[in-house]
């Protein structure tokens, strides 16, 4: 690629979005994950790992640790799995047996915008929102002063009856196309970062059932849940992820607004799709001894 179109598309990426973007090329490109908000979901088709979102939904990222510690997730299953839509995992309510009914929990489905967060811009308008960004790695939409996760591929969300107020324990995770319609009405408190191939080969319901799989015996399992920071050391993934702060992310953001790859007939129209970026994650390097 030539330089000048470099230069420009660099200069593009870190133009676009609001004054709180202007910190991005003092971020490092590259951020580890906390292992304490890590939750690793050993599956009986391998591991999968949440980065639970507390800055987001504090009250249910706690529930779910609290829960994880106390081995409610241990030995239950993905029992509600509909293809291009949603994994739902945890225990059927006609399934509770000697379970300790748990209180539900009051729905945090937005949150007041915070100006001091780190926020990039994506799109404005939005087409479900005044507009879409990437505050601290998770997609995110605004709209008069409020903020909430978007539901793209990968977030988990935590389930709930009709009424709003009415989730317990048991979690969702987006697959598929973004269902966007969840956007605002559902609490959703972190997003998949590492085992997407095994949320692939998780066993699916019928859809014509709701998804739901009613034989325990020809469900996944979840044979243990942990957080990572009560795994033993050589049992942690160290994680990291690429900082949505970084002029890297930002410029990556710019070559799939513009794409200027040669490959590209048409250019588009400059817009972009909050749910279509993913943020890069990658096992951390050991350090060069």
Not at 21 to 46: E, F, H
Not at 71 to 77: L, N, P
Not at 118 to 143: H, I, M, S, W
Not at 264 to 269: C, E
Request: aromatic share 8%.
């Amino acid at each position: 690629m030539k330089t000048w179109i470099k230069l420009a598309l660099l200069s593009a990426s870190l133009a676009f979005g609001s004054a709180a973007a202007q910190s991005q090329n003092k971020a490092p490109a590259w951020q580890l994950l906390p292992q304490q908000d890590l939750l690793y979901l050993d599956t009986d088709q391998g591991t999968v790992v949440i980065l639970l979102a507390s800055q987001f939904a504090p009250r249910h990222v706690e529930r779910v640790k609290q829960l994880t510690k106390a081995g409610f997730y241990d030995g239950v299953s993905f029992y509600r799995v509909i293809e291009g839509f949603v994994a739902q995992f945890g225990v059927p309510e006609h399934e509770w047996g000697k379970r300790a009914q748990l209180e539900p929990m009051k729905a945090e489905f937005s949150w007041p915008v915070r100006s001091g967060d780190d926020y990039l811009l994506v799109q404005k308008p939005d087409l479900l929102a005044e507009e879409t960004g990437f505050n601290q790695g998770f997609a995110v939409a605004r709209e008069k002063g409020q903020e909430w996760l978007v539901h793209c591929a990968g977030v988990v969300n935590l389930a709930r009856a009709n009424e709003p107020d009415t989730g317990v324990a048991d979690l969702a995770i987006m697959m598929g196309q973004a269902p966007r319609h969840l956007d605002k009405n559902m609490s959703a408190l972190g997003k998949v970062v590492w085992g997407q191939s095994v949320l692939n080969r998780i066993r699916r319901g019928d859809a014509e059932q709701g998804g739901v799989i009613a034989s325990a015996a020809q469900r996944t399992t979840i044979k243990t849940a942990r957080l990572g920071s009560d795994l033993a050391n050589d049992r942690q993934l160290p994680l990291e992820w690429m900082s949505t702060s970084s002029s890297e992310f930002a410029q990556g953001l710019a070559e799939r607004r513009s794409r200027t790859h040669v490959f590209y007939q048409h250019k588009g129209n400059g817009n972009l799709d909050v749910c279509y970026p993913q943020v890069p994650v990658r096992l951390a390097k050991a350090p060069t001894p």
